[in-house]
């Protein structure tokens, strides 16, 4: 079973940056795609980024331009810049599965971004 770990969050002024990352426990080749979610209160969770095995990404439309996803091995990271209070949410870390394609999350990171 993989095992997540996510770092980074954290309270930061709009207009500022900030940087999360997953590690993974396994391997990266039983990996398939790595991304994030976030959670706002009171909304659905929804995606933010992903990544592919082979470095395909895609973005929310409220993040393209200011959020880059990466990944390193089993590490998953996103470069958060420009950031607006509207980005203020709990960000889950997700991976998918190479072999059975299951679905395994974080425990979230909260990020608040204040005006």
């Known amino acids: 079973q993989v095992q997540l770990v996510e770092s980074g969050g954290g309270l930061v002024q709009a207009g500022g940056s900030l940087r999360l990352s997953c590690a993974a426990s396994?391997?990266?080749?039983?990996?398939?795609?790595m991304g994030w979610f976030r959670q706002a209160p009171g909304k659905q969770r929804e995606l933010v980024a992903v990544?592919?095995?082979?470095?395909g990404t895609t973005y929310a439309d409220s993040v393209k331009g200011r959020f880059v996803i990466s990944r390193d091995r089993n590490t998953v990271y996103l470069q958060m810049n420009s950031l607006t209070p509207e980005d203020t949410a709990v960000y889950y870390c997700n991976v998918l599965t190479l072999a059975t394609a299951t679905s395994i999350w974080g425990q979230g990171t909260q990020v608040t971004v204040s005006s």
């Open positions: 990544i592919n095995l082979v470095g």
């Open positions: 396994q391997s990266t080749f039983s990996i398939n795609r």
